[in-house]
C-alpha cells in the first residue's frame, strides 16, 4: 500500500515535471524546426511535427539572402566579447580590492555598487542616448560594449568578491613575503582559485549582452547586431518568411547553446549571484 | 615602568613611532590602493548609471525633441500633465492597467510554477535532475527577441500551432490570439511565464536546498503527512526566498520590455501598452524626449518602491530575523 | 591551472581584438579617395536593379579614381523615419535620404535637411519635372529634395475569387453602396473577406478614411492647416462606410494587428477579394513567382476606387524624395547620385516596374512605355486629377496618429464613428495649437 502510494507519487511528480518540460520546448522547438523545412512546408498549413522534406538549404539561403544582413552576428559576437572583456576586468579588479584590501567605507561602497544593480536601464536610456549623441558613440561598437559591461557589473563584483573571500589569507602573505607585488599576487594566486566564479561572470556577462536587443536598437542605426536585425526583419515583411527566421534564430542561439551545454553549472551560479555554487 | 620607555627590548622610542608612522602610511596607502581597484567599477557605474538616472528626472521637465534634440526648453510638470491628461493612451485606466495585469499575471505564473516545479524536482528519489534543470532554464538564456518570434508563430492565427491543435479538437471559431482585444494580455503573459520562470525556480531551488534535512526528518518522524509538512515547515521556512523572488521578479517585469515591444508594439488599441513600452513610443516613436523622461521617471518610482521593500526584508534577515 | 592561463591568454587577445575593432567601427575616411556613401531608403528599392544598383554603378563610373563603399540601410516606413531622427541627433546621418513627402515639413523645420535649391536650378532634368510637383518639392521657398516616385492608390480586386462567386471578373463596385453588396457576396469568412483595409497605427490605416473624406466633398485640415476639419458629417459618413464594412463581416476586426501591406498582399493571396492599394504591380510579382502580363490581366483587376454615392472620383497620393541630409560629409557626391537615381532613366524602370507614378513630363508621355511593364498603368494615370497630398506639415506624424486612433477604436467597436471623431478632433486642435 505504502509502495502503492509511493509509486503514484513518483508517477504524478514526474508527468507534471515532464509536462511542464514539454511546456518549455514547444515554441522553441516548433521556431527551430522550420529551419529544416522548406520555406514552402515551414509557412505552409497545416504546420508539420517533424519535418516532411528535411533541407540544409535554409542556412545557405541565410547566408547569401540580402534581406537578412549575415555580417550581423559578428557585430554581436564583437560587441559581446568586448563588453565580457571589460566587465571582467572591471568587476575583478573591484572584487579584489573589496576581498582583500582593508579600506575605509568598504561597505558601504559594496552596498551601493550592489545597489546599482537594480536601476533599471530602461530608465536611463533617453539621457543615454543624448550623451552619446553628444560624444559621439552613437552608433558605436564601443558604446554598446560599455553599456553592457555596466550592466552586469556589480552582480559580478558581488560574485567574484565572494569567491575571491574564500583564498585564506596565509597564502596571500606568504605571496607578500615572497615580494610579490598586489597585482601580481591577483594574478597568479587569487585569479586561478577563484576560476570558476571569472567563468560564471564572463558567461554571464557574454550572454546578456549577445541577447539584448532594446538598447542595441535604439543605440545604433548602420552598426547591426544580430537582435536588431531579427526585429527588422519581421517588422519589415508582411507576410514572414518562418524559416528563413527559424534558421536566423537557430544560428543566434547557437552560441548560447554550446556555452550553456558545458558550462550550465556556470550560468546558474550567475543567475543565483553565487547562492547555488553547484 | 616609566610610559615612555621602550616596550620591547632592543627597540627604542624612535624606533616604535617611527612604526606607527610606518604603519598609518601603510594603512593611508592601502586606502588608495583599496579605492583604485575599485575606481572601474565605481566609474563605469557613474557614468552609466548613475548619472542617467538623474538626468532622466531632470530632462522629464524640459520639452526636448528628437528632432531637434539640442534645444531644450523648461516647462516644469506640463509633461507630466499631458501624459496623465491624455485621452488614448489614458495613463491610470489604460497604462497602468495594463502594466499591473501583465506584472501579477507574470509574477504569480513564475513564482508558483517556479516553486512547483523547484520542489517537485527536490524529491528525493528524482533521477537526472541536472537534465531537467538545464530544460528549465533553457527559456532564459534565448534572447527576448526569439522568445517573441516563436512565441507570435505558436499565436499566430492562420499558421500557428495553437490553432492547429484547436482545430483538431474539432473548435469550430478559432481565436486570433494576438488580434484579440481580449485574449492578448493573456497571450502575452503566458509567454512572459514561460520566459522567466526559470529565474524564480533557481531562487526557489538554492531556498529549499537550505532547509535543512534534519528539520525535515524530525516532522516525519512526528507523523506530519507530506501536505503538513509542505504548508506547515517548507512555506514558513521559504518565506523570505519567496518575498526577495517576489520583489525581484516584480521589478524585472515592470521594466521588461523586449517582448512586448516585438510582440504586440502595445496593441491592439493600447491593450498591453504597458509603461515600458509607453515611454518607449513616446520618447522614439513621436520623438518627445522629455514627456518620455517623465515616464521613465515614473517607472524609477515604481521601482524605487520595490527597492526600499528589498532592502527592508535583506535588513531584516541580516538581523537574523526570519530565517 | 592551464585553464586559468588559457583564460587569461583569451582575455588578453579578447582585449587587443576588441579594442582593434571598437576602433575600426566608426567609417573613417582615410584619404578623399576612399568615399562613402551611406543610403537610407525602404528595403523594397534594394531588392532590384533601379534604382540603387545603376546609379551606384553610374556613379563609380563617373568617378573612376574614386574608391567608393556604399552603406544601404533598407527600412520599413515608421522605422525609416525614426531612425532618420534618432541617427540625425546622434551625430551620424545617412548621406542620401528616402524622405516621404508627408515627412517634409518635419525634418526642414527641425533642420535637419540641406538646401538643394541652387543645386537643383543647375540640374538639367530639373524643368522636366511636372510643374505641380515641382511645386510640392518646396517648403517655406526652398526645395530639399526631388522625386524619385509619386503613387496614388487605386482599387485592386481580385477576378479569381470575383469568378468562383458568380460576380462579372471585369466589373469592380464604382460606388460606396456596390462596394457593401459585392463584399457581402464575397465574404466567405474565416478564410476569405469581401473588402480589406488596415486599421493598425500606421499612416496608410488613415489614407483609407481621407478617400472617402474628399470623395463626399469633405477635407482633413482647414485651409491654413490650423485646424482640424476632418469631424464633419461628411467625415462621420466617410468613416461609417469603412466600420459598415467590418460591421456587416465583410471586413475581419484582425486588421488592427498586423501591418497595412498584410492586406495588400492579401488581395494576391486569395484573403482579401479587394482592397485599395499603391504599387499593385510590384507586389504582385513579389508574392506571384512566374507572374506574367497576361496572368496578372487575368486574375487581377485595377480601377478606380468606390467614390461617394454623388460624390467625386477621389484617391490620395504620396511619395518620396531624395535629400541630402545636412549633417552628411558627402553633400556633392551625394546630391549626384540623387541626380542619377531620380533622373528621369532610372525614374522610368523603377516606377514601371512597381507600379509607381513617374514626376517628369517626358515619362508622362510614355504611357505605351509603361502599358509594357504594367498593364493597368494608364488607369494608374487616370487617377492623378482626383489626387490630394496630404498636408506635410510639421504635426503631421502626431496628428496621423491621432486619427489612426480613431479609426481603430471605431473598428473595435469602442467607439462609434461620430464619437471617436470628435475625441481625434479635440487632439489635432491641440497638437495644432502648440
Given at each position: 500500500?505504502?509502495?502503492?502510494?509511493h509509486?503514484?507519487v513518483?508517477v504524478?511528480?514526474?508527468?507534471?515535471?515532464i509536462?511542464?518540460?514539454v511546456?518549455t520546448?514547444t515554441?522553441?522547438?516548433?521556431?527551430?524546426?522550420?529551419?529544416?523545412k522548406?520555406?514552402?512546408?515551414?509557412?505552409?498549413?497545416?504546420?508539420?511535427l517533424v519535418?516532411?522534406?528535411?533541407?540544409?538549404?535554409?542556412?545557405?539561403?541565410?547566408?547569401?539572402?540580402?534581406?537578412?544582413n549575415?555580417?550581423?552576428?559578428?557585430t554581436?559576437?564583437?560587441?559581446?566579447?568586448g563588453?565580457?572583456?571589460i566587465n571582467?576586468t572591471?568587476a575583478?579588479?573591484?572584487?579584489?580590492g573589496?576581498?582583500r584590501?582593508?579600506?575605509?567605507?568598504?561597505?558601504?561602497?559594496?552596498?551601493t555598487i550592489?545597489l546599482?544593480?537594480?536601476?533599471?536601464?530602461?530608465?536611463?536610456?533617453?539621457?543615454?542616448?543624448?550623451t552619446?549623441s553628444r560624444l559621439?558613440l552613437?552608433?558605436?561598437?564601443?558604446?554598446?560594449?560599455?553599456?553592457?559591461?555596466t550592466?552586469?557589473a556589480?552582480?559580478?563584483?558581488?560574485?567574484?568578491k565572494?569567491?575571491?573571500?574564500?583564498i585564506?589569507?596565509?597564502?596571500?602573505?606568504?605571496?607578500?613575503i615572497?615580494g610579490?607585488?598586489r597585482?601580481?599576487t591577483?594574478f597568479?594566486?587569487?585569479?586561478?582559485?577563484?576560476?570558476?566564479?571569472?567563468?560564471a561572470?564572463?558567461?554571464?556577462?557574454?550572454?546578456r549582452?549577445?541577447?539584448e536587443?532594446?538598447i542595441?536598437?535604439?543605440m545604433?542605426?548602420?552598426?547591426?547586431?544580430?537582435?536588431v536585425?531579427?526585429?527588422r526583419?519581421i517588422?519589415e515583411?508582411?507576410?514572414?518568411?518562418?524559416?528563413?527566421l527559424?534558421?536566423?534564430?537557430f544560428?543566434a542561439?547557437?552560441?548560447?547553446?554550446?556555452?550553456?551545454s558545458?558550462?550550465?553549472?556556470?550560468?546558474i551560479?550567475?543567475?543565483?549571484?553565487?547562492?547555488?555554487?553547484s | 615602568?616609566?610610559?615612555?620607555?621602550?616596550?620591547?627590548r632592543?627597540?627604542s622610542?624612535l624606533?616604535?613611532?617611527?612604526?606607527?608612522?610606518?604603519?598609518l602610511q601603510?594603512q593611508q596607502?592601502?586606502?588608495v590602493r583599496?579605492?583604485l581597484?575599485?575606481?572601474?567599477?565605481?566609474?563605469l557605474?557613474?557614468?552609466?548609471?548613475?548619472?542617467?538616472?538623474?538626468?532622466?528626472?531632470?530632462?522629464?521637465?524640459?520639452?526636448?525633441?528628437?528632432?531637434s534634440i539640442?534645444?531644450?526648453?523648461?516647462?516644469?510638470?506640463?509633461?507630466?500633465?499631458?501624459?496623465f491628461?491624455?485621452p488614448t493612451?489614458a495613463?491610470?485606466s489604460?497604462?497602468?492597467?495594463?502594466?499591473f495585469?501583465?506584472?501579477?499575471?507574470?509574477v504569480?505564473?513564475?513564482?508558483?510554477?517556479?516553486?512547483?516545479?523547484?520542489y517537485?524536482l527536490?524529491?528525493?528519489?528524482?533521477?537526472?535532475?541536472e537534465?531537467?534543470?538545464?530544460?528549465?532554464?533553457?527559456?532564459?538564456?534565448?534572447?527576448?527577441i526569439?522568445?517573441?518570434?516563436?512565441?507570435?508563430?505558436?499565436?499566430?492565427p492562420?499558421l500557428?500551432?495553437l490553432?492547429?491543435v484547436?482545430?483538431?479538437l474539432?473548435?469550430?471559431s478559432?481565436?486570433?490570439?494576438l488580434?484579440?482585444?481580449?485574449?492578448?494580455?493573456?497571450?502575452?503573459?503566458?509567454?512572459?511565464?514561460?520566459?522567466?520562470?526559470?529565474?524564480?525556480f533557481?531562487?526557489?531551488?538554492?531556498?529549499?536546498?537550505?532547509i535543512?534535512?534534519?528539520?525535515?526528518?524530525?516532522?516525519?518522524?512526528?507523523?506530519?503527512?507530506?501536505?503538513?509538512?509542505?504548508?506547515?515547515?517548507?512555506l514558513?521556512?521559504?518565506r523570505p526566498?519567496?518575498?526577495?523572488?517576489?520583489?525581484?521578479?516584480s521589478m524585472?517585469?515592470?521594466?521588461?520590455?523586449?517582448?512586448?515591444?516585438?510582440?504586440t508594439?502595445?496593441?491592439?488599441?493600447?491593450?498591453?501598452?504597458?509603461?515600458?513600452?509607453?515611454m518607449?513610443?513616446?520618447?522614439?516613436?513621436?520623438?518627445?524626449?522629455?514627456?518620455?523622461?517623465?515616464?521613465?521617471?515614473?517607472?524609477l518610482?515604481?521601482?524605487?518602491?520595490?527597492?526600499?521593500f528589498y532592502?527592508?526584508?535583506?535588513?531584516g534577515?541580516?538581523?537574523?530575523?526570519?530565517? | 591551472?592551464?585553464?586559468?592561463k588559457?583564460?587569461?591568454?583569451l582575455?588578453?587577445?579578447?582585449?587587443?581584438?576588441?579594442v582593434?575593432?571598437?576602433?575600426?567601427?566608426?567609417?573613417?575616411?582615410?584619404?578623399?579617395?576612399?568615399v562613402?556613401l551611406?543610403?537610407?531608403?525602404?528595403?523594397?528599392?534594394?531588392?532590384?536593379?533601379a534604382?540603387w544598383v545603376?546609379?551606384k554603378?553610374?556613379?563609380?563610373?563617373?568617378?573612376?579614381?574614386?574608391n567608393?563603399?556604399?552603406?544601404?540601410e533598407?527600412?520599413?516606413?515608421?522605422?525609416?523615419?525614426?531612425?532618420?531622427l534618432?541617427a540625425?541627433?546622434?551625430?551620424?546621418p545617412?548621406d542620401v535620404?528616402?524622405t516621404?513627402?508627408?515627412?517634409l515639413g518635419?525634418?526642414?523645420?527641425?533642420?535637419?535637411?540641406?538646401?538643394?535649391?541652387?543645386?537643383?536650378?543647375?540640374?538639367?532634368?530639373?524643368?522636366d519635372?511636372?510643374p505641380a510637383?515641382?511645386?510640392?518639392t518646396?517648403?517655406?521657398?526652398?526645395?530639399?529634395?526631388?522625386?524619385?516616385n509619386?503613387?496614388?492608390?487605386?482599387l485592386?480586386?481580385?477576378?479569381d475569387?470575383?469568378?468562383?462567386?458568380?460576380?462579372?471578373?471585369?466589373?469592380p463596385?464604382q460606388?460606396?453602396?456596390?462596394?457593401k453588396?459585392?463584399a457581402a457576396?464575397?465574404?466567405?469568412?474565416?478564410q476569405?473577406?469581401?473588402?480589406?483595409?488596415?486599421?493598425?497605427?500606421?499612416?496608410?490605416?488613415?489614407?483609407?478614411?481621407?478617400?472617402?473624406?474628399?470623395?463626399?466633398g469633405?477635407?482633413?485640415?482647414?485651409?491654413?492647416n490650423?485646424q482640424?476639419?476632418?469631424?464633419?458629417?461628411?467625415?462621420?459618413?466617410?468613416?461609417?462606410?469603412?466600420?459598415?464594412?467590418?460591421k456587416a463581416?465583410?471586413?475581419?476586426?484582425?486588421?488592427?494587428?498586423g501591418?497595412?501591406?498584410d492586406?495588400d498582399?492579401g488581395v494576391f493571396?486569395?484573403?482579401?477579394?479587394?482592397?485599395?492599394?499603391?504599387?499593385?504591380y510590384g507586389l504582385?510579382?513579389?508574392l506571384?513567382?512566374?507572374?506574367?502580363v497576361?496572368?496578372?490581366?487575368n486574375?487581377?483587376?485595377?480601377?478606380?476606387?468606390?467614390?461617394?454615392?454623388?460624390?467625386?472620383?477621389?484617391?490620395m497620393a504620396?511619395?518620396?524624395?531624395?535629400?541630402?541630409?545636412s549633417?552628411?560629409?558627402?553633400?556633392?557626391?551625394?546630391w549626384?547620385l540623387?541626380?542619377?537615381?531620380a533622373g528621369?532613366?532610372l525614374?522610368?524602370e523603377?516606377?514601371?516596374?512597381?507600379?509607381?507614378?513617374?514626376t517628369?513630363?517626358s515619362?508622362?508621355?510614355?504611357?505605351?512605355?509603361?502599358?509594357?511593364?504594367?498593364?493597368?498603368?494608364?488607369v494608374?494615370?487616370?487617377?492623378?486629377?482626383?489626387?490630394?497630398?496630404?498636408?506635410?506639415?510639421?504635426e503631421?506624424?502626431?496628428?496621423?496618429a491621432?486619427?489612426?486612433?480613431?479609426?481603430?477604436?471605431?473598428?473595435l467597436?469602442?467607439?462609434?464613428?461620430?464619437?471617436a471623431?470628435?475625441?481625434?478632433?479635440?487632439?489635432?486642435?491641440?497638437i495644432?495649437a502648440?
Open positions: 500500500m505504502n509502495t502503492t502510494r509509486r503514484l513518483q504524478v511528480t514526474y508527468t507534471l515535471v509536462i511542464w518540460v511546456f520546448i515554441p522553441l522547438y516548433w521556431l527551430l524546426s522550420s529551419t529544416f522548406p520555406t514552402l512546408e515551414a509557412i505552409g498549413y497545416p504546420p508539420t519535418p516532411k522534406n528535411p533541407t540544409l538549404g535554409n542556412f545557405k539561403l541565410l547566408f547569401t539572402a540580402a534581406r537578412f549575415f555580417k550581423s552576428y559578428g554581436s559576437m564583437v560587441i559581446s566579447l563588453a565580457m572583456c571582467l572591471v575583478t579588479s573591484a572584487g579584489y573589496l576581498s584590501i582593508k579600506f575605509k567605507g568598504k561597505n558601504i561602497v559594496m552596498t550592489l546599482f544593480q537594480m536601476v533599471p536601464v530602461l530608465a536611463t536610456l533617453i539621457p543615454l542616448y543624448q552619446f559621439g552613437y552608433n558605436t561598437r564601443l558604446g554598446l560594449m560599455l553599456i553592457y559591461a550592466q552586469t556589480p552582480m559580478n563584483t558581488w560574485l567574484l565572494g569567491y575571491f573571500d574564500t585564506p589569507y596565509a597564502i596571500e602573505e606568504a605571496a607578500q615572497d610579490l607585488s597585482i601580481q591577483l597568479r594566486i587569487a585569479m586561478p582559485i577563484a576560476a570558476p566564479g571569472l567563468s561572470s564572463a558567461i554571464f556577462a557574454f550572454f549582452a549577445w541577447n536587443y532594446m542595441a536598437m535604439t545604433t542605426s548602420t552598426v547591426r547586431p544580430y537582435t536585425e531579427l526585429y526583419f517588422g515583411q508582411g507576410d514572414v518568411d518562418w524559416s528563413l527559424g534558421t536566423a534564430a544560428v542561439i547557437l552560441p548560447i547553446f554550446v556555452l550553456f558545458f558550462f550550465q553549472k556556470y550560468f551560479i550567475g543567475m543565483s549571484g553565487g547562492a547555488i555554487k | 615602568m616609566h610610559p615612555l620607555a621602550p616596550r620591547r632592543g627597540c622610542l624606533e616604535q613611532v617611527s612604526a606607527m608612522k610606518f604603519k601603510k596607502k592601502e586606502t583599496g579605492y581597484f575599485v575606481l572601474p567599477v565605481v566609474a557605474l557613474f557614468f552609466f548609471s548613475f548619472y542617467p538616472l538623474l538626468r532622466t528626472v531632470y530632462l522629464s521637465f524640459f520639452k526636448v525633441n528628437l528632432a539640442n534645444r531644450m526648453s523648461f516647462i516644469g510638470w506640463k509633461n507630466y500633465e499631458s501624459l491628461t491624455r493612451p495613463f491610470f489604460q497604462i497602468l492597467t495594463a502594466t495585469l501583465y506584472v501579477f499575471g507574470s504569480a505564473g513564475q513564482i508558483g510554477f517556479g516553486f512547483i516545479v523547484a517537485l527536490q524529491q528525493k528519489f528524482i533521477k537526472g535532475r537534465i531537467f534543470r538545464a530544460l528549465i532554464i533553457l527559456p532564459w538564456v534565448v534572447s527576448g526569439i522568445i517573441a518570434i516563436s512565441w507570435r508563430f505558436m499565436y499566430e492562420r500557428g500551432v490553432n492547429y484547436l482545430t483538431l474539432g473548435a469550430q478559432l481565436p486570433t490570439w488580434n484579440d482585444e481580449r485574449l492578448v494580455m493573456a497571450c502575452l503573459i503566458v509567454a512572459n511565464i514561460w520566459h522567466g520562470m526559470a529565474f524564480s533557481i531562487i526557489q531551488t538554492s531556498g529549499l536546498h537550505s535543512s534535512e534534519d528539520i525535515i526528518e524530525a516532522a516525519m518522524v512526528d507523523g506530519a503527512s507530506a501536505f503538513q509538512r509542505l504548508t506547515l515547515i517548507t514558513p521556512l521559504m526566498f519567496l518575498v526577495l523572488n517576489l520583489i525581484l521578479t524585472a517585469t515592470v521594466n521588461s520590455f523586449d517582448l512586448i515591444y516585438a510582440m508594439n502595445g496593441g491592439p488599441l493600447f491593450r498591453t501598452e504597458v509603461i515600458s513600452v509607453h518607449y513610443h513616446r520618447a522614439f516613436d513621436f520623438g518627445h524626449l522629455g514627456e518620455g523622461s517623465a515616464v521613465a521617471t515614473i517607472i518610482l515604481l521601482n524605487l518602491v520595490l527597492t526600499i532592502m527592508r526584508i535583506n535588513r534577515q541580516e538581523q537574523g530575523g526570519e530565517l | 591551472m592551464k585553464i586559468c588559457l583564460l587569461t591568454v582575455i588578453v587577445i579578447l582585449i587587443i581584438g576588441s582593434l575593432s571598437a576602433a575600426g567601427a566608426k567609417e573613417k575616411q582615410a584619404e578623399s579617395k576612399d562613402t551611406t543610403i537610407y531608403a525602404r528595403a523594397y528599392t534594394f531588392a532590384q536593379d534604382p545603376q546609379a554603378a553610374e556613379l563609380q563610373r563617373r568617378h573612376p579614381d574614386i567608393f563603399n556604399f552603406i544601404e533598407g527600412f520599413g516606413w515608421a522605422d525609416m523615419r525614426t531612425k532618420f534618432t540625425s541627433a546622434g551625430g551620424s545617412p535620404m528616402m516621404d513627402i508627408i515627412w518635419e525634418f526642414v523645420d527641425n533642420g535637419l535637411l540641406t538646401d538643394l535649391s541652387d543645386r537643383v536650378a543647375k540640374w538639367s532634368e530639373w524643368n519635372v511636372v510637383y515641382r511645386d510640392a518646396y517648403w517655406n521657398g526652398k526645395v530639399y529634395g526631388t522625386w524619385i509619386t503613387d496614388v492608390r487605386v485592386v480586386w481580385n477576378k475569387m470575383f469568378r468562383a462567386a458568380g460576380l462579372d471578373p471585369n466589373r463596385p460606388d460606396w453602396d456596390e462596394l453588396s459585392m457576396r464575397l465574404t466567405k469568412a474565416p476569405q473577406y469581401g473588402f480589406g483595409f488596415p486599421a493598425t497605427l500606421e499612416d496608410e490605416s488613415v489614407m483609407k478614411f481621407f478617400i472617402n473624406l474628399y470623395s463626399i469633405g477635407q482633413i485640415l482647414t485651409d491654413d490650423k482640424a476639419a476632418f469631424n464633419s458629417p461628411e467625415g462621420v459618413e466617410a468613416l461609417e462606410a469603412l466600420i459598415d464594412l467590418v463581416g465583410s471586413t475581419p476586426t484582425s486588421i488592427v494587428s501591418k497595412a501591406s492586406i498582399n493571396q486569395g484573403k482579401f477579394a479587394m482592397a485599395s492599394m499603391t504599387k499593385a504582385a510579382k513579389d506571384i513567382p512566374g507572374l506574367t497576361d496572368s496578372y490581366l486574375r487581377f483587376g485595377v480601377a478606380p476606387i468606390p467614390r461617394a454615392p454623388n460624390g467625386v472620383p477621389s484617391t504620396g511619395g518620396y524624395l531624395l535629400s541630402v541630409p549633417g552628411s560629409k558627402q553633400k556633392d557626391l551625394a549626384e540623387i541626380t542619377i537615381a528621369a532613366d525614374q522610368f523603377y516606377t514601371a516596374a512597381r507600379g509607381y507614378v513617374p517628369f513630363t515619362l508622362m508621355a510614355r504611357g505605351t512605355d509603361y502599358a509594357e511593364v504594367d498593364p493597368y498603368f494608364s494608374i494615370l487616370d487617377q492623378l486629377p482626383s489626387a490630394t497630398f496630404r498636408p506635410a506639415i510639421p503631421w506624424t502626431e496628428i496621423s491621432e486619427i489612426q486612433n480613431a479609426v481603430q477604436a471605431c473598428v467597436g469602442r467607439y462609434t464613428p461620430a464619437q471623431l470628435q475625441i481625434a478632433e479635440a487632439a489635432v486642435n491641440k495644432l502648440q
